[in-house]
């Protein structure tokens, strides 16, 4: 089974999450793709996000209905920041037949080698990352993702699935700050838990 874990905050997740995770899974021919809410990203220490239990009520609400999205709570029943290595390690432990995946915002790119037991996760999951104009379309062969200055890694080696969706949390959060309307930019369930729990009302931006 071709199995992608799909990591991240998701504070709050919103349709661009859904459209790209859709994407990856036409592109790359999965078999599922599995959202996995973190408590608290290592890379996100300064913003305290909100409850991981509403987050993970969030991410359940937006993929009910979709049989090859799954929701997997285990990052936000374990204290302290979430590590992609202990995720993916306990993966594998449960699925050892499957191929693994693990999907990544562009923007996450030139940090990778900095993340714990990086060399590690290279052997045990195919790193594909989410573009958008970062990339020149020339064919794969001169396609490249930087995962440090100046050291290339070519298509093959790191797949970027390209597709713009112009949708983040940030703008989300912002806009209900603001009293502003959110209305297509996420679910209307996961719409319906920000304005139950009022979430991000007194963010400033």
């Avoid at 037949?97 to 037991?117: A, M």
Wanted: hydrophobic content about 40%.
């Amino acid at each position: 089974m071709r199995t992608a874990l799909y990591g991240g905050s998701f504070d709050p997740i919103h349709h661009g999450h859904l459209i790209l995770a859709r994407e990856a899974m036409e592109q790359l021919s999965l078999d599922r793709v599995i959202f996995i809410p973190a408590t608290q990203s290592p890379h996100k220490l300064t913003r305290v996000p909100a409850p991981p239990a509403v987050r993970l009520a969030m991410v359940r609400a937006a993929i009910a209905g979709e049989a090859r999205f799954e929701c997997d709570a285990s990052e936000t029943e374990r204290e302290g920041p979430s590590f992609t290595a202990d995720t993916v390690e306990a993966w594998r432990a449960k699925f050892p037949g499957d191929e693994f995946f693990c999907l990544i915002g562009e923007d996450n790119v030139r940090e990778l080698p900095t993340w714990r037991r990086y060399d590690e996760l290279r052997g045990m999951v195919q790193f594909v990352v989410f573009g958008r104009d970062a990339y020149p379309s020339h064919g794969a062969d001169e396609v490249f993702v930087t995962i440090d200055p100046g050291v290339p890694a070519p298509l093959r080696e790191m797949p970027v699935i390209q597709r713009r969706v112009d949708i983040s949390a940030t703008e989300v959060r912002k806009r209900v700050a603001q009293r502003r309307s959110i209305r297509y930019l996420v679910p209307e369930a996961v719409r319906e838990i920000i304005e139950t729990h009022r979430l991000y009302q007194g963010e400033s931006h």
